[in-house]
Each structure stands twice: as C-alpha cells, then as structure tokens.
C-alpha cells in the first residue's frame, strides 16, 4: 500500500491559504476550550517490548517518566525505577521515551511497529521496505537533513507504512546523534562519539547521503539541487536541516582559540584545541543554557572560567529575571566568573593567549574562548525557492511549509530548529522551538502531514519540553516560560534552590498558563504538564503573583 502523497505544488495554483494575522499581539491566545489540545501522536506496536537502562548514562533528567508513566517513575529518593518487560500497549511509549532520552541511555527490544501495509504484513513482522516497492511505486520523499528531526521523520514515514524511497540528506558524515551532551559529557570525555548516536530507529530503511551539503531547492519543480550540480527529485519533502552556531563579527575568524560549539567536529575541535593550547582559563561567551553548561563543564575539568554576557541575569530571556538570578547564584558558588551586563569591545589575539577588553574598562586574558550566543537557522540554500524563510522555515499549524504569499505547499513540510510556526496551544505568533523533545515530536507530526495533505492534517499543538543540569542542580521546564509576565513559586523556595515556578500572562480570556519550572523537583513537575496553555477564570489568589 502507497499511502496518499500530495500532489506539487503549481506556481499560481489555488492552495488552502493559511495566514498568521498581521500584528496580533501574543497575548491574544486562543482559549483552550475552543479546539483539542491532544499529546503527539504514537503508532501502536502489536508485540510487547524489553528494556534496560544504562545508569552509567543515566543522569534522572524524568524525560522517560513523562513519555512513558506506566513504564518509568522516579522515585521520592530520586532514583529511576522501570519496568524490563512492557506490555504491547506501552511498547509505543517506551519507545519514544529512548527517543527523548538525552543520555541514549535507554535501550529497547523486541516490539513491533503497526504500519498500515496490508493484514499479512502486519502478521508477519516483516518491516515495509523500499527497494523492489520503490521501483514499483515510483515515490520518492527526501528528508533534508540528518539530524533528530529528520530522523523522526524518516521513522514516521515507514511507521504509516510509506513503501517508496526515503532519502536522507545530511551535512555531516555522522548518523543523527544526540547535541545536548556535546557541551557536556563529550567535551569533559564522559562519553564518545559512538555512545550518543540514537539507537531507537535502528535498521530503518533508507538510502543515506551523509557528508553531501544542499545548495537549492527547485518548489515547483520538485527537486533539491545537491553541491556537485546533482539533481534529486521528489514528490514529498521534510525541510530539516537544524541551525549553525551564531558567531560575533568582531571576532577573529582564523584563530584557532576561539571556537563554537554546534556539531560532534565542533566539540571535538574544542577538545583538542584546549589540549593543545594547554588551556587553564576560559572566556565563554553568552549566557543561554549552552553557555552556562560549558561553563560546569570547564568547571569540572578544573579551569577557570569567565562567563561574559550582555545581559542580566543569566537565562534570563528563558526563565525572567528572578528564576535567572538563581543560576546566577549557583555559577557564582561553583566557581565562575561572572560577568553580567557586559560587552567585548576588543579581541587581541598574541600567541599564546588572547586579550579582551570589555566595554566596563575591563581586561581578561585567556587561553581560549568558546562562543556560546545562541544560533541562526539553516535557511541559506532555500533564498530563493519561493518559500518564506524569514527567521527559519515559516509553516502553517499543520507543519506545511508557505511561500511568500501564506500559501501552504502541499508537498512540503518542515521540522526542528529550523521550522517557525504557531503553537496554537498559546496563540499564532509563529515562533521557532530548539530542544530535542520538540524535534522529535514535529518530525513525527511533520511526516503525518506529508502524508495526509494540509486538509487533512491536525494542527502540531504540543507542550514544548527542555532541560539543562548546572553544577549538580536539574533544571526541567514545561511550555514557553519567556511567555509569561507574572510568575509564581507554587512549591518550594527560591532560597532553597528548591522549587516549582508557574509562568502566567493575562489573556482576553483569563490568566493563562503559559510554562511551569522546576529545580530538582523533577516529580512535582509531572502534575504541570496538562495544564499549560489552558486558561482560568481570575481570582484573587493571582494578585499575589511574584513579578518577574
């Protein structure tokens, strides 16, 4: 069986037309009773599963309980407990739970995927395949780049039982592997490159055109244009193709002490440009979560280590000003400099280490600085295919990609870092969403779209889900928490660095929750989960909210 793929777009055809309305502010949300807002969709499995847990990796981030209740818990202690043998019903879930863990620290077996190829093959076991079934159907869909999001769906794609050519096409010579342990245990040497290649998909069965870079994509005509003049056509796309590390003008190009930190060569670069300059100070720039965890990492290895960022406090565009200030406090006591408020005005590079001066009079000299500002989507190669490329890959709720003029294409969709669209969870301002939670679930919900046409398609509504680790202490999150304007500690105290913060902002329909945080509370933080984008009629009780 073929499942449906649409049909190419037509310059100047008439397309279902989806258009963000223009300047509406984002606290015009939409009230959550007036559409479902239904978890990401699973395909059920027929056989039961086994699992292990490698707690060598395991670092109880409460990913898998979150995925997979019936499967994992965490207990008051704070150790992971789990379920070896899973039923057929929580196959589906434990599997997604190893495709969110961070760490790959989860290992699945056995199960079987329900695809929607005929009764026999079902009974069989046997996976759908291409080859053979390529040549007979004639299909063929390309997913542009090799990362979690276009791994998940390329998965997708064989779980609904697509038979025809899958492609993928990456950037990198790697398989998709996991980034958020590349600032963390690949730099500080905890695991190797092998160890954090993603596990759950193995087998799947597609043709790999890793180390190949893109260069233009032909919209109406159907085709990417690879370097090397190539050619590919297609009749369904997955844009996916992530985003770069963003760099400072200013900063010397050519030095080899001043690097970012992006891909598993970029990492690995780092490392053995540290060794080599026998580094024992380090200057990071920026204050995300990127910086503040090469900032424990470099910590651990015993540097030391200056954090400059132009903003105060840290993560503060991520979690506000009070919740921000208690990462502060936690760097401070571990050991880092920090710099807040602050600006290089000039970069020396003599040799042997670099001089910077600050915008406060200040200079540092260091052995090594690692740039840490954040990232721009890779949208390069599609300047000129008609789409709207305007901050990443503009989309419709549906995950389509649009054109210029709003239209959806049909026969294109986008997933990960690099896609931009309205959550209509909390409004339609369309916003792009960087974590690995969040690739995993639009890849899946992006190859369902392909499949099933922008009519048919249900709106990608999840609840966006991020964690980070700062010296010892685990930060979780649930929801957009830079959405809120009022923010509450519902348990716990800051004092304590010990707590759950809610993050709320008034809407034309009530106070509406739009994110919740916990610090080392990864159980209390299970209860938030449903409830963030739904408002609630006011009371009282909210004028006593903490203001960010």
């Not at 999001?149 to 039982?161: F, T």
Request: net charge neutral.
């Amino acid at each position: 069986m073929v499942p449906f793929i649409p049909q190419q777009a037509q310059p100047g055809a008439a397309h279902p037309a989806w258009h963000a309305p223009a300047g509406l502010p984002a606290a015009e949300a939409l009230p959550a009773e007036s559409f479902d807002l239904p978890r990401p969709v699973l395909v059920p499995e027929d056989e039961p599963a086994r699992i292990s847990v490698d707690n060598n990796r395991c670092h109880i981030y409460g990913i898998c309980q979150q995925e997979a209740p019936e499967v994992f818990r965490i207990s008051e202690g704070g150790s992971l407990h789990y379920t070896r043998a899973v039923p057929a019903e929580f196959a589906a879930n434990a599997r997604q739970a190893a495709r969110c863990c961070p760490m790959q620290a989860i290992k699945i077996e056995g199960g079987r995927t329900r695809t929607a190829g005929s009764a026999d093959e079902r009974r069989s076991g046997r996976p759908v395949r291409s080859g053979a079934a390529a040549r007979a159907s004639r299909k063929r869909i390309v997913v542009a780049g090799a990362g979690l999001a276009g791994l998940s769906a390329a998965s997708r794609l064989r779980e609904r039982g697509f038979d025809g050519e899958l492609v993928i096409v990456g950037e990198e010579a790697h398989r998709p592997y996991s980034r958020p342990p590349l600032s963390k245990q690949f730099l500080s040497g905890e695991l190797g490159a092998e160890q954090m290649t993603f596990r759950a998909e193995e087998g799947l069965d597609a043709h790999w055109l890793l180390d190949t870079r893109l260069i233009g994509l032909d919209l109406y005509g159907s085709a990417v244009h690879l370097r090397g003049g190539e050619r590919l056509p297609f009749e369904g796309l997955v844009v996916a193709t992530g985003v770069d590390a963003r760099r400072l003008p200013e900063a010397p190009l050519f030095s080899d002490r001043i690097r970012t930190i992006r891909t598993l060569e970029d990492a690995a670069a780092v490392r053995r440009a540290m060794d080599a300059a026998h580094a024992r100070h380090v200057v990071i720039l920026g204050g995300g979560f990127v910086g503040c965890e090469l900032a424990c990492t470099l910590r651990g290895r015993g540097l030391d280590v200056t954090l400059v960022v132009h903003s105060a406090p840290l993560l503060r565009r991520v979690l506000g000003e009070r919740v921000g200030a208690v990462v502060g406090d936690i760097q401070g006591r571990a050991g880092v400099d920090v710099r807040l408020g602050t600006r290089i005005t000039d970069w020396q590079d003599h040799g042997d280490q670099l001089r910077l001066r600050l915008d406060d009079g200040g200079l540092i000299d260091a052995d090594f600085v690692v740039l840490g500002l954040g990232s721009e989507p890779r949208t390069e190669w599609l300047r000129d295919s008609g789409l709207d490329v305007s901050d990443g890959v503009l989309c419709a709720p549906t995950c389509h990609a649009t054109d210029r003029w709003g239209r959806p294409a049909p026969h294109v969709v986008a997933a990960g870092d690099v896609a931009r669209w309205p959550n209509l969870r909390f409004d339609a301002e369309p916003r792009r969403t960087e974590h690995l939670i969040h690739a995993v679930e639009m890849g899946q919900h992006a190859a369902d779209a392909l499949l099933r046409g922008p009519d048919r398609s249900a709106r990608f509504a999840p609840v966006p889900r991020f964690w980070s680790e700062q010296h010892g202490t685990r930060i979780q999150a649930v929801g957009i928490p830079s959405l809120g304007t009022d923010v509450e500690i519902t348990e716990g105290s800051l004092r304590s660095e010990r707590f759950v913060a809610r993050y709320t902002r008034e809407t034309t329909h009530g106070p509406q929750m739009v994110a919740a945080v916990a610090f080392d509370m990864p159980l209390e933080l299970l209860d938030y989960r449903d409830q963030i984008g739904r408002s609630r009629p006011r009371s009282r009780t909210l004028n006593r909210r903490s203001r960010r």
